[in-house]
Structures are given as structure tokens and as C-alpha cells.
């Protein structure tokens, strides 16, 4: 079941990423749309190899430019770790993210996550178990600027040592919109 939902969550990123490719060759071909000229896409791609350990993630995104100052957009997740012998995570989900760009080089962000986590794992004394459940974060960050890139620091302020699935509140993050 797992793996039907890892091709499931395949195909719609796919599907996600096809539409960017051919609605961006579109806007480019006709200067009359302004609604497109307005979207940007940019998104993430990690891949992690090491001895029996697996980790995979694919996030595209894509924000609408209300104007030179606010920006709205929407970001589907997909990720996989395998650490052989121990667990295996399955994570998929998606966020919405305000940005706000008081003056060019600073940029504010506010940004709604919601990630279902299906995990396989074995406990200490070898036997197989699962743990799936719903993390809801909301981030709020700030970074610097320069044309479609942004570096800078976000805090959950949902954070809870208890049940968060990030050891920490704080995360550096880059983003790339083209």
C-alpha cells in the first residue's frame, strides 16, 4: 500500500512539474497574458546516498505575484528515508506561503505546512511497527534578496520538542523562483 501511495504522490509531482514546464514555454510565446507573466516556479530536489541510508525529496512550488510587494503561492512535498535494518518513512503533503517584500533585498514569509508522515520501524527489542501521523507547522521567516534568490531563517511557531518532527524551531532555508 505504501508503495502505490509513493507512485501516487510520484505522478502528481510529475504531472505538477510538467504543467510548470509547459505553462512557463506558453508565457513566453505570448506577451498578452499577465496573469502568467506573474507566476514564478522554483521548488526543491534532495538526494542523500550512504552506506544502507536513503533519503529522497522532490518539492516543486509555484507563487503568484500579486504585485512588486506581495507574493502567494502553493508547495507540494514528497519525501522517502530508508536507514536499512531500522526504519523506513514515507512523507508527502504541501504547504501555502505568503511573501512580502517591503523593500527589494529583505523578504518576509509566512508559511502554512502540512505533512503526513507513514513510518516503518523496528523497536529495540525487533519487532516491526508503524507510526503515521499529521505535522502541522507554521513558519514564519525572514531573508535577504537579490533578484529571484532568497537566504535567510524561519521559526515554527508551532514548534513542540515533543511532537514536532524537526528537532529545532529555527530552519535556514534558500529559495529560487524563476
Known amino acids: 500500500m505504501k508503495k502505490n501511495i509513493f507512485f501516487t504522490a510520484f505522478k502528481a509531482i510529475l504531472v505538477f512539474v510538467l504543467f510548470a514546464f509547459t505553462k512557463s514555454m506558453y508565457a513566453q510565446q505570448s506577451n498578452s497574458n499577465t496573469f502568467s ?3 514564478q516556479f522554483g521548488g526543491g530536489l534532495g538526494l542523500n546516498f550512504g552506506s544502507g ?3 529522497i525529496s522532490v518539492s516543486p512550488s509555484a507563487i503568484y505575484n500579486l504585485n512588486q510587494y506581495v507574493a502567494l503561492g502553493a508547495s507540494l512535498q514528497f519525501g522517502y528515508i530508508k536507514a536499512k535494518n531500522s526504519y523506513e518513512t514515507y512523507t508527502y503533503g504541501g504547504s501555502l506561503i505568503g511573501l512580502v517584500n517591503p523593500i527589494p533585498e529583505i523578504q518576509l514569509s509566512a508559511e502554512l ?3 503526513r508522515f507513514n513510518t516503518d520501524y523496528r523497536t529495540i527489542t525487533g519487532n516491526l511497527a508503524s507510526d503515521n501521523f499529521w505535522n502541522t507547522a507554521l513558519y514564519l521567516g525572514a531573508g535577504y534578496r537579490a533578484n529571484n534568490v532568497t537566504f535567510g531563517v524561519r521559526y515554527d511557531v508551532l514548534h513542540d ?8 524551531a529555527f530552519m535556514p532555508f534558500v529559495r529560487v523562483y524563476f
Do not use: A
Open 37 to 39: 507573466k506573474n507566476i
Open 53 to 55: 541510508f536513503t533519503d
Open 113 to 115: 505546512e502540512q505533512l
Open 161 to 168: 520538542d515533543n511532537k514536532s518532527i524537526y528537532s529545532e
